[in-house]
């Protein structure tokens, strides 16, 4: 039986209130907050988080296929996906696809998985929804728009939820869109793309895909819905009858947001971490057309309980302290020219050093047994040459051993937390502290990794890791 | 291996007028102050000098190029802030060896004509800058910001009472630039002040840092047999050690940030060729490389002026003032010169030499009977340092 082998999310620490958006442009504020990505983060660094919560205990070279979807690529060319497998170390031969334009890309990458799994050219495939959506400031999409991503590990070998009925039509109605060079969405008004576009489209579909699955609105536990807004959310369901108490999967709209094409990846996740063996599900995604899947959950969900998900992130974060702040994160205020120091990159070094800087898998003597990172040519204990096993860092924990909080960064955000952690079974890593607040950073406090850009210099994104507090 | 000891020696030097931002003055301006005042020191004339060391500046030394027209060696060097000590080690060697007679040791820093007021001069140099993950990481401030949250936490001081300490250490300095006409600062700053400035990177705010300044600095050296027929009262170099580190150090856990081993290796060297066994009892002043407030702290503790975890008590107690028993930066140091890398080290060698001949500029800051005097230069950052320490002392101590 094809279906999901294991799901993992990720929310990103920083939430932004309503209130802040409508303090700085005046007129009235939405409901809650929404989760914003730091400035470091992005596309590509919270599709990693998203897939190392999904993978936890599970073997990354067991991977045959990675299908990265996301509305907001890093790149307009050069490939993601590739990148994303660089950094989970896979095995050379994985095929990597880039999937994007449609907000319902992670469902239709569900099929892909599906078929390429019935062929047997892929036996576990990991699809990971990930999305940053810059907006116009002062702009409806501004409110309603949040980042996050999901990921789910497919396959057809005892899977915790199996995914029974597919069902796939495209659409060409125009509602929203985005030209190549141009950073925000466009869009037609209201009364057109709702209601001629979405709320006839959906519930059609939905039709037609429960006559071709033989069911019943009624027979599923959990129903996951694509929607523009909260108002459309809560319409279509009562479109289809779906109890807005029992069966409606909450979509998030008042604490994270409208995080596109990672939207109903994310809802599902937050569904199965609630979920029961037996428990039926349904899920539509809208965009372009529409996908609507069948799902049961099995017993196998019970082993995936320690997933941090959406629940956990939901509950760690920090607030954005003022709206300004996040137009830096966006890169969305005109700096003063010269106001930061310019930076640039290597590609032959970067080409070089990949496994230890984007996998970051650092080095173990056979001899002494120390652990060493970043990249040595001789043990910095014992001083032999090239005798050393890889030794995989970015899963382990550490402590801090001393800090500095440079308030003269080249960074956007001051100030920039430097930090020594010694890590848990040995070696240290050198490097900066990230979605913190600098006042309760001390001496001992536990910290983990976490994928980011750590700058643009050179015209291309820097990935490296940095530390944060644990989260979950 | 033999000692250098009482072998080589200095008989004449110079700085520029006074150190600072000198956006009205070239390079080769600033050098020709020092340099004139180095000739005219030592008494001699640029066409006697024989060879040349330099450090900073234009490649290959140009800059002396409109100075010296005698087609003589001149060898660039550079090993990071102990580029100032590289070059009189330059001149001690060629002495030592009799190629030459008479040498001169220069050292500029011009980085204020650089974009940004050379920030971040002297850190990552050549193709590691490039590098896309250590080329990115942080300004000097923060990277010797975490020897100092380190020290607290492994000393048990608290926040407010280790940037007391640091605090008292800065004050110490301005006290005694104060009394420095040759100082870019000249003016005394309270420890309430200093442990009140704006963070630059915390724990250090603007008073633990000393400044991005220009100047030049030059020695004229001879071997010590001849130095009499120059001048009655010159000094001899007592030990030169230099010391790099593995460079991955600060990656070992057993590296902790409050210890710097290049500083005790480099000082250890200086004083086995100097004969010096209790450096606290037996020094009479020391020149320590303080960019930072906890610069001075850790090399003070490493070069072993006192114990490791113990300077605190050295500070409250004033062993290292101008009035202390072991006067430390009494030239007003880094912190009140501000820093040109490879001028910095023959500066202190500049005080060292004034202060044992009993010639600083005013009374006020003359100290008494100074017979033996370190010079202490570290460039890099903690774990990865490239020390020196000169010992320099009266003929025959």
């Not at chain 1, 984007?358 to 047994?369: A, D, E, T």
């Not at chain 1, 050198?430 to 050179?458: K, L, S």
């Not at chain 2, 990481?137 to 926040?159: E, H, K, M």
């Not at chain 2, 009499?228 to 007592?238: A, L, V």
Request: glycine share 10%; net charge negative.
């Amino acid at each position: 039986m094809f279906g999901i082998l294991s799901y993992g999310a990720y929310v990103p620490m920083f939430r932004l209130s309503r209130d802040q958006i409508a303090k700085a442009w005046g007129g009235g504020s939405g409901a809650g907050e929404k989760a914003v990505a730091n400035f470091d983060e992005d596309s590509l660094t919270m599709g990693v988080e998203a897939a190392v919560d999904c993978l936890q205990g599970i073997d990354h070279k067991s991977i045959d296929a990675l299908y990265f979807v996301s509305l907001t690529h890093p790149y307009q060319e050069k490939q993601a996906a590739s990148i994303i497998a660089e950094v989970l170390d896979l095995k050379p031969d994985t095929f990597t696809l880039d999937i994007d334009n449609s907000p319902r890309g992670a469902t239709s990458a569900f099929r892909l998985a599906a078929d390429a799994i019935a062929s047997g050219s892929a036996k576990k495939v990991l699809v990971i929804a990930s999305d940053c959506r810059v907006t116009a400031p002062h702009s409806g999409d501004e409110m309603l728009f949040g980042d996050g991503a999901a990921a789910f590990l497919l396959g057809d070998a005892r899977p915790a939820v199996t995914i029974d009925n597919a069902y796939h039509v495209f659409n060409s109605f125009m509602d929203t869109w985005r030209l190549p060079n141009e950073p925000f969405n466009r869009t037609w008004e209201d009364r057109f793309i709702f209601g001629e576009g979405y709320s006839k489209i959906a519930p059609q579909a939905v039709a037609a895909a429960l006559k071709q699955f033989k069911a019943t609105i009624k027979d599923f536990a959990k129903v996951v819905l694509y929607a523009p807004d909260q108002r459309r959310h809560t319409e279509l369901a009562r479109a289809l009858g779906v109890d807005a108490k029992t069966q409606l999967q909450e979509a998030f709209f008042n604490n994270i947001g409208h995080t596109g094409s990672a939207f109903v990846p994310m809802m599902l996740v937050a569904t199965l971490q609630e979920a029961k063996a037996g428990d039926k599900i349904l899920t539509f995604n809208y965009g372009d057309g529409c996908d609507v899947h069948a799902l049961t959950v099995t017993a196998g969900i019970e082993k995936l309980r320690n997933r941090r998900g959406i629940k956990k992130y939901l509950a760690s974060k920090l607030p954005v302290s003022y709206y300004q702040q996040y137009l830096i994160f966006r890169d969305l205020v005109i700096e003063e020219p010269g106001g930061r120091a310019t930076r640039t990159s290597s590609l032959p070094v970067l080409w070089r050093e990949r496994k230890n800087l984007v996998s970051l898998i650092g080095q173990k003597c056979r001899v002494c047994g120390t652990v060493n990172f970043p990249l040595q040519r001789l043990c910095i204990e014992c001083q032999t040459e090239g005798e050393f096993d890889d030794y995989p860092i970015w899963d382990k924990k550490g402590k801090i051993f001393t800090f500095s909080m440079d308030e003269r960064t080249v960074q956007p955000v001051a100030p920039s937390v430097a930090c020594i952690m010694d890590l848990e079974g040995g070696g240290r890593f050198y490097g900066n502290i990230t979605d913190r607040d600098p006042a309760t950073i001390d001496v001992g406090q536990e910290v983990e990794f976490t994928f980011r850009n750590i700058h643009d210099g050179g015209g291309l994104h820097n990935y490296f890791w940095k530390m944060r507090t644990v989260r979950g | 291996m033999e000692s250098i000891k009482d072998k080589v020696a200095i008989i004449g030097v110079g700085t520029n007028k006074r150190w600072g931002e000198l956006y009205d003055q070239d390079e080769t301006g600033i050098v020709l102050e020092a340099v004139h005042e180095a000739l005219d020191d030592a008494g001699v004339g640029i066409g006697d000098i024989q060879a040349a060391w330099v450090g900073g500046g234009a490649p290959t030394g140009n800059w002396l190029t409109s100075i010296i027209k005698q087609y003589i060696p001149v060898t660039k060097v550079e090993n990071a802030c102990a580029t100032g000590a590289e070059t009189v080690r330059g001149c001690t060697f060629g002495l030592l060896s009799k190629t030459y007679d008479l040498v001169m040791a220069v050292g500029v820093g011009k980085m204020k004509d650089a974009p940004r007021g050379g920030e971040g001069a002297g850190d990552e140099a050549g193709v590691d800058k490039y590098h896309p993950v250590t080329g990115a990481t942080g300004i000097p401030a923060g990277r010797y910001a975490l020897a100092a949250t380190r020290y607290f936490s492994r000393y048990g001081l608290s926040r407010q009472e280790g940037k007391h300490m640091l605090a008292m250490i800065s004050s110490k300095s301005h006290y005694n630039g104060a009394r420095n006409p040759r100082a870019m600062f000249q003016r005394e700053v309270s420890v309430e002040t200093c442990e009140n400035s704006p963070i630059i990177a915390w724990p250090l705010g603007l008073y633990d840092c000393c400044a991005q300044a220009e100047g030049a600095a030059a020695a004229i050296l001879c071997r010590t047999e001849d130095a009499k027929s120059f001048r009655p009262d010159y000094i001899t170099i007592k030990g030169i050690g230099i010391s790099v580190g593995p460079g991955m150090r600060k990656f070992h856990t057993g590296f902790d940030f409050t210890h710097w081993e290049e500083s005790t290796a480099a000082s250890k060297q200086a004083y086995e060729q100097a004969g010096i066994k209790n450096p606290r009892e037996e020094l009479d002043m020391a020149e320590c490389h303080d960019c930072f407030s906890i610069a001075e702290a850790i090399a003070v503790e490493s070069v072993g002026l006192c114990e490791r975890g113990t300077i605190r008590r050295d500070v409250e107690a004033g062993t290292f003032t101008l009035e202390g028993k072991l006067p430390v930066n009494a030239s007003g140091g880094l912190k009140s010169f501000g820093h040109p890398p490879p001028a910095s080290g023959i500066r202190e060698m500049f005080e060292t030499y004034k202060q044992i001949i009993g010639k600083a500029e005013y009374q006020s800051r003359q100290l008494k009977n100074v017979e033996l005097g370190l010079c202490h230069n570290q460039g890099g950052h903690p774990g990865r340092f490239e020390c020196s320490v000169t010992i320099l002392g009266i003929p025959g101590k």
